[in-house]
């Protein structure tokens, strides 16, 4: 028994594999290439599905500064403002669709903007 016999034999490979490490330190030995087909390796899974895994934060290593605070955001209001994103305006009132004033962005229902136009018509009407 020569010494790729041995070492064969003492890792436990299958035959064929035990073929293959024979041909690999004889031509590595000689500086000759070495070719390893697919079909040359036995015992491997006929499938490689994916298994489920996660990742936390940190090991994502090419995220920018903005994209790990999206990803740690402890709820939407931290996430907008990560992304410099302004909180949504406040639902406004009646009484403040007919003042007029308020300067502040809000929200009124297609509704309140008829009932309030329809009250300056009447208003305005001779």
């Known amino acids: ?19 293959l490490l024979i041909d690999i330190v004889e031509n590595a ?10 079909g040359d390796i036995t015992g491997k899974p006929s499938t490689f ?9 940190a090991q994502i290593s090419d995220a920018s500064t903005v994209g790990r ?10 996430i907008r403002s990560a992304l410099a994103i302004p909180a949504a305006p406040s639902n406004g009132t009646a ?10 962005g809000r929200l009124f229902s297609a509704k309140m903007i008829h009932d309030e136009i329809a009250r300056q018509i009447a208003a305005n009407t001779p």
């Open 1 to 19: 028994m020569d010494l790729k016999d041995v070492i064969a034999q003492a890792v436990g490979l299958q035959p064929e594999l035990r073929r």
């Open 95 to 104: 009484a403040q669709l007919e003042a007029g004033t308020d300067t502040t």
């Open 49 to 57: 599905a994916p298994a489920a895994h996660t990742h936390t934060a």
């Open 29 to 38: 030995g000689s500086g000759g290439p070495v070719t390893v087909t697919w």
């Open 69 to 78: 605070q999206v990803l740690t955001g402890a709820d939407a209001a931290a």
